[in-house]
T-cell receptor, first 111, second 116 residues
Framework: GQQLNQSPQSMFIQEGEDVSMNCTSS?????WLWYKQEPGEGPVLLIA?????ELTSNGRLTAQFGITRKDSFLNISASIPSDVGIYFC???????????FGKGITLSVRP | DGGITQSPKYLFRKEGQNVTLSCEQN?????MYWYRQDPGQGLRLIYY???????QKGDIAEGYSVSREKKESFPLTVTSAQKNPTAFYLC???????????????FGQGTRLTVV
């Protein structure tokens, strides 16, 4: 089945730094979603992307739907301690396809 | 407020017992899903339902059962046949079950099941 690749598994940054994460696949996706999960909680939807090349922002977060439709990027600018969590990418490959998730990247922010 | 409610937050069960996890949504969503999360494994789909009275197996359905008698509710039963049931279980829902493209899934807060 389709797989979404996220690496590295963990990232460590200093407060105030920008960070970029990507999500790649060998399959073409029609929808890309980015979620954040805090410890002991369910994932929360951050940004949804529906069109190749689309660039969408949500506060300090910006995500892009790759032109090839096989990747997506999430950027966090001026990180703060509350950005800590696991960031998942997810996507649909087409009509009636199930939502596929990456394994997530755990972000740590040093004050 | 609209949302997805999972209960209980923490659940303990003795080995060999069945246990049922609750998931209720008041978002009027057609589709509901159950995922299992283990450290380093991401989210793995157990079962999903696109419409009332219908459900499909996901990638790791063995040892689990579900029902979808009402649009709002999608309970998951972890049976004694599940060999490694200790995990964090997440329920989700999305608007259109019959056409999953361009559909965002929204999650509950999860239930942590521990087998003792």
């Amino acid at each position: 089945g389709q797989q979404l690749n996220q690496s590295p598994q963990s990232m460590f940054i200093q407060e105030g730094e920008d960070v970029s994460m990507n999500c790649t696949s060998s399959s073409i996706f029609n929808t890309w979603l980015w979620y954040k999960q805090e410890p002991g909680e369910g994932p929360v939807l951050l940004i949804a992307l529906y069109k190749a090349g689309e660039l969408t922002s949500n506060g300090r977060l910006t995500a892009q739907f790759g032109i090839t439709r096989k990747d997506s990027f999430l950027n966090i600018s001026a990180s703060i301690p509350s950005d800590v969590g696991i960031y998942f990418c997810a996507g649909h490959t087409g009509a009636n396809s199930k939502l596929t998730f990456g394994k997530g990247i755990t972000l740590s922010v040093r004050p | 407020d609209g949302g997805i409610t999972q209960s209980p937050k923490y659940l303990f069960r003795k080995e060999g017992q069945n246990v049922t996890l609750s998931c209720e949504q008041n978002l009027n969503h057609d589709a509901m899903y159950w995922y299992r999360q283990d450290p380093g494994q991401g989210l793995r789909l157990i079962y999903y339902s696109q419409i009332v009275n219908d459900f499909q197996k996901g990638d790791i359905a063995e040892g689990y059962s579900v029902s979808r008698e009402k649009k709002e509710s999608f309970p998951l039963t972890v049976t004694s046949a599940q060999k490694n049931p200790t995990a964090f279980y997440l329920c989700a829902s999305s608007i259109e079950g019959h056409r999953l493209t361009n559909t965002e899934a929204f999650f509950g807060q999860g239930t942590r099941l521990t087998v003792v």
